[in-house]
């Protein structure tokens, strides 16, 4: 990737941080400068930057560092944050199962390349992928998906002689018996309304799992406006970025999508077949960097988390609003299991299975029936009997059986922590040894 003067200049800058024994708001300015001097250089908005460094400034000025981070490390981990902040914040999932998937973009963006990439991409996993030929509007279209798909050795369904791409793509939707059916479209030089109304015939036809957007990072900031105008005017689900390897934009481009919430799923890095990559901000970001032991510093820093969390839990009683709190903190309760399973003796069987294994819908339920309640409800369920439980499921439109159910998981959870901190055959030995090691007790 051409990551060159953004990645040369963001490591310019925590190299000013991580080479001093102190630092000091004169060392951030600095530091911050250069930060806006690369992003600039890579197309990103001003107002978007001055944001960016305006936050590292504050952070780092004013959050303490965390036991066990010194504090330049504290800052170059506040530097890493922001930056993944700005630049995608979460990792692009992308479901490995059946899927239809669309692709839409200008001329020339890098769609039936981008075809390609992906089938192979589905393919490398183990799973079936489809290409269907829906550009008749550019000639020899067919001819170009009908090579790539030779390349990879994937099937190509379509028809040179068709003009209309829905008829071609009804035809392939009857013969397809592939997982993964990736359709190519046309350009346009803008998205007009031949485009918009093209798109919408196709589907509706094929009724995609994923409409993708293909925009080339050399577009620079434009890329987030364009990303704008597919998302309000055909839904799309996410935007690949093709040809980050041949332009000092990228970091534009990204940064871009990013502020309009659009949600990158893979980044193009060469002409190849091979050259596609899952998005990953942090793994991008940590790239930027090049700081040698930012993984490290990371691994730290969740320890960090984890430990205050699992302290949290220990030192108070645990009531329904934690309950909440944790449902809010973490996308699974998963999670919840890999914080206690950081603590020496606590075996995760003792929490219940309800709880790890908590759906996301049903955490929503949970949290409607929890803010259905009164405060001394919350810190106490003991006090609700038959009517309160009527009440209280009116109020957040769950069943009576659901409050119920979320009252009986509550008590068994706090039962399995309580049992922990009571300290029973030196589990309370191993509770204090790991506060010692974080630094706790
Ligand atoms: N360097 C580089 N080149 C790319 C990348 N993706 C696509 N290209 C090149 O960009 C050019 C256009 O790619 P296509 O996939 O044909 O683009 P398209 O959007 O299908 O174009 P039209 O069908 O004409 O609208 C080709 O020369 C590709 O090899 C990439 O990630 N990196
Ligand atoms: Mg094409």
Same mark, same amino acid.
């Given at each position: 990737m051409v990551l060159g003067s953004l990645s040369s200049g963001i490591q310019k800058a925590v190299d000013k941080i991580s080479g001093r024994s102190l630092v000091d708001e004169e060392v951030i300015e600095e530091a911050c400068r250069d930060i806006q001097r690369a992003l600039l250089q890579s197309d990103a908005d001003v107002e978007l930057v001055f944001d960016l460094t305006e936050s590292i400034k504050k952070r780092a000025m004013d959050e303490e560092p965390p036991k066990g981070l010194t504090q330049k490390e504290h800052v170059v981990n506040i530097v890493y944050e922001e930056l993944v902040k700005f630049l995608g914040k979460d990792e692009a999932e992308v479901p490995l199962r059946e899927s239809r998937i669309l692709l839409m973009g200008t001329f020339g963006a890098g769609k039936t390349t981008s075809v390609g990439k992906i089938?192979?991409?589905?393919?490398?996993?183990g799973l079936k992928p489809a290409l269907v030929a829906c550009d008749t509007y550019r000639t020899a279209a067919y001819d170009q998906l009908k090579q790539i798909g030779e390349e990879i050795d994937v099937p190509v369904y379509g028809d040179p002689d068709e003009a209309d791409s829905s008829a071609v793509l009804k035809d392939a939707l009857e013969e397809v018996d592939e997982e993964v059916v990736i359709v190519d479209s046309?350009?346009?030089?803008?998205?007009?309304?031949?485009?918009?109304?093209?798109?919408?015939?196709?589907?509706?036809?094929?009724?995609?799992?994923?409409?993708?957007?293909?925009?080339?990072?050399?577009?620079?900031q434009q890329a987030g406006r364009q990303a704008r105008r597919f998302q309000e005017e055909l839904d799309v689900t996410g935007v690949v970025v093709t040809k980050m390897d041949s332009t000092a934009k990228g970091g534009g481009a990204l940064s871009a999508c990013a502020a309009t919430g659009a949600?990158?799923?893979?980044?193009?890095?060469?002409?190849?077949?091979?050259?596609?990559?899952?998005?990953d901000p942090e793994r991008f970001v940590s790239q930027l960097i090049g700081y040698g032991d930012l993984e490290g510093l990371l691994e730290r820093v969740d320890e960090e988390e984890a430990a205050e969390q699992a302290k949290k839990i220990m030192e108070g009683d645990f009531t329904l609003e934690?309950? %909440?709190?944790?449902?809010?903190?973490?996308?699974?309760? &998963?999670?919840?299991?890999?914080?206690? $399973?950081?603590?020496?003796?606590?075996?995760k069987s003792k929490l219940p299975d309800g709880l790890i294994d908590m759906q996301e819908e049903k955490m929503e339920k949970y949290n409607y029936i929890i803010d259905s309640m009164t405060p001394d409800e919350k810190q106490d369920p003991k006090v609700i009997n038959s009517s309160r439980k009527r009440r209280i499921a009116n109020g957040s439109g769950a069943k009576v059986e659901d409050v119920s159910e979320l009252i009986k998981?509550?008590? %068994?959870?706090?039962?399995?922590?309580?049992?922990?901190? &009571?300290?029973?055959?030196?589990?309370? $030995?191993?509770l204090q040894k790991m506060m010692k090691q974080f630094g706790g007790l």
């Open positions: 089938a192979r991409f589905y393919k490398n996993r046309s350009g346009r030089d803008a998205l007009n309304d031949e485009m918009v109304e093209e798109i919408t015939t196709l589907d509706e036809i094929l009724e995609p799992d994923e409409r993708f957007l293909v925009v080339p990072a050399d577009m620079g949600s990158v799923k893979f980044i193009g890095t060469g002409e190849g077949m091979d050259d596609l990559e899952r998005y934690d309950f %909440q709190d944790q449902m809010s903190q973490v996308q699974s309760m &998963g999670s919840l299991e890999e914080v206690m $399973g950081k603590i020496p003796g606590f075996s998981l509550f008590r %068994q959870s706090k039962k399995a922590m309580e049992m922990f901190k &009571g300290g029973r055959g030196g589990m309370k $030995g191993s």
